[in-house]
């Protein structure tokens, strides 16, 4: 089998960007240059500056093109096809990549997709979005909403049309881009993976009832698509006898104060913890104090985070909207709840909480257990056969069904 030498990766969102996304990306490029391949990322320039501009960050090369902070974004900086157009085909001209791996269908991935496609370079496109997800962040009317997302849906067919292979990170996520997307082509489920080892105590040190609090942990981005306003009025919900439940919420993002607000508004801001930022290293820590972990967001592809809980050993419970409910089996690991719908989360979480310590550790050992499916070494794999395969798309498609 061919050997790709060179490995070119086009990122919508890169660190220093916080989300899904953004650590995927960066932990495909930091896993394929293990693998002894030589990797390239382009990406948008974190800050205002030059149209062009190459720094070597941990053996990764990056390609940062000139960028802008959208309207819409506080955080998130795009760039403009017309400004990148040149440059990224000098990218492509003086790297000479065997394969060029798009994350998205927008401004960078677009751009490399046609350039990539000129000079007959094999393009993989992974999708890490709905166009769902745009709706928190447009000020327009529902029907408005619903046009763009139709458009956004026909303009991703078309870019991704010109990939040799259309991955997505689950199952119903391909199913979403067949169905509403239209996609004529088969989409091919590959999990992001997950680095279990890294959340599992080596030492056995469990920090769950360390004292006489039981805690729910929420890790990610504080973006009204996270619904966390419904899981903070969840908390408020929980019968006395849970009065000494806590909630740690793990991440920074534009609605904090608001969520600050929502927490007083609801009588628990005594019990509602906003940690900020917390960097990797000390995420397991999160994630093994929490005797259950809650994902109320209703726009999750995958979600990382729940993957990460589950490989420390924490009982969930999850919105069943989108990607989420393969990730919980009711009364197994944990459960799912009714999106929106602050009684019913409560109930799920007191349905856990209030369960002897014992019972909860086989739910988070349950979790452990499924989570296996989602080993980042099967993922890489994947990845590297598709970089360099010339086989049938249908293989892949039944190899990965095989598990």
Known sequence: MKQAETILIGAETYPPDINGAAQFGHRLATSMLKRGHAVHVVAASPMPGPSYTTV???GIVEHRLRSHLPPTHENIRICTPWEIWREVGQILDEVKPDVVHIQCHYIIGRVLALQAQRRNIRVIATNHFMPENLSPFLPFPQPVNDA??????????R???????????????ADAMETRGKFTTPVMPVSNGIEISDYEAADGKNLRGSDDKLRIAFVGRLAREKNVDVLIEALSLLPESLNHVLLNIAGGGELREELEAKARECGVADRVFFQGFV??????????????FCQPGTAELQSLVTLEAMSA???VVLANAMALPHLAKDGVNGYLFEPNNAKDLAEKLEAVLSLPAAKREAMGQASREMVSYHSADKTWEI???????????????????KG
């Open 383 to 401: 990845f590297e056969e598709l970089y360099v395969s010339d086989a049938p798309y249908e293989h892949f498609l039944s190899e990965h069904a």
């Open 159 to 173: 870019v991704f049309s010109r990939a040799s292979v259309v991955t997505t990170p689950t199952q119903i996520g």
């Open 148 to 157: 763009i997302a139709w458009a956004t849906w026909r303009d991703m067919r």
């Open 279 to 292: 960097p990797d290293e000390k995420l397991p820590d999160v994630y093994r104090s929490a005797d259950v």
């Open 313 to 315: 050993g924490a009982p």
């Open 56 to 58: 070597v960050e941990g």
